[in-house]
């Protein structure tokens, strides 16, 4: 069984930063593109940063180039989200999920998300 | 960033009824895909690459279209079906949803 567990979301302040992981399970997690997409609370989806297998290409969406950054752990199937320079703007239910966003292969497995609240 | 509009925004409909949500993407693209999200869960995905039914998912979903205009059928809603959907273009960086369509109960 697929399964994609985020952690490490919570309350922070502005300017503040906070690290998401994403723990993998149930499939070779090497082999597969990840993505972050994240939900700001009643709004629609926002697809925020992809990263290849062996993390030699990353890309972002453009409100949080150079604030946030993309990793992975191959050994420990662990993906991460390193964010930092928080505003209001960023709070939502961040998710992980597998595929990289793009081509002909939707994001086919997602994490339950993890919360994210921006607040002084 | 290739906009991406749906419509309706919501429509009220009863279980058995065919429906239609329109997707139209401000430029050309090759692959779309359609989730479904209910209240407090994760989009699963219904449709890759505009038609291709994901592993799983029942017959009475449908996806169609090419270029910039998109639409996802619902043959005959069953009670499990109302839920917002999206589409979502995957054809250039960076991925980009429609805003939803939420189907609700006559």
């Known amino acids: 069984e697929v399964r994609l567990v985020e952690s490490g979301g919570g309350l922070v302040q502005p300017g503040g930063s906070l690290r998401l992981s994403c723990e993998v399970s149930g499939y070779t997690f090497s082999s597969f593109w990840m993505s972050w997409v994240r939900q700001a609370p009643g709004k629609g989806l926002e697809w925020v940063a992809n990263?290849?297998?062996?993390?030699?290409?990353?890309n972002y969406v453009d409100s949080v180039k150079g604030r946030f950054t993309i990793s992975r752990d191959n050994a420990k199937n662990s993906l991460f989200l390193e964010m930092s320079t928080l505003s209001a703007e960023d709070t939502a239910v961040y998710f992980c999920?597998?595929?990289?966003?793009?081509?002909?292969?939707?994001?086919?497995?997602w994490g339950q998300g993890s919360t994210v609240t921006v607040s002084s | 960033d290739i906009q991406m509009t749906q419509s309706p925004s919501s429509l009220s409909a009863s279980v058995g009824d065919r429906i239609t949500i329109t997707c139209r993407a401000s430029?050309?693209?090759?692959?779309l895909n359609w989730y479904q999200q209910k209240p407090g869960k994760v989009p699963k995905v219904l449709i890759h690459a505009a038609s291709s039914l994901q592993d799983g998912v029942p017959s009475r979903f449908s996806g169609s279209g090419s270029g910039t205009d998109f639409t996802l059928t619902i043959s005959s809603l069953a009670p499990e079906d109302f839920a917002t959907y999206y589409c979502q273009q995957s054809y250039s960086i960076p991925p980009t949803f429609g805003q939803g369509t939420k189907v609700e109960m006559k």
């Open positions: 999920a597998r595929g990289p966003g793009v081509g002909y292969y939707a994001m086919d497995f």
């Open positions: 430029q050309t693209i090759t692959y």
């Open positions: 990263i290849k297998q062996d993390g030699s290409e990353k």
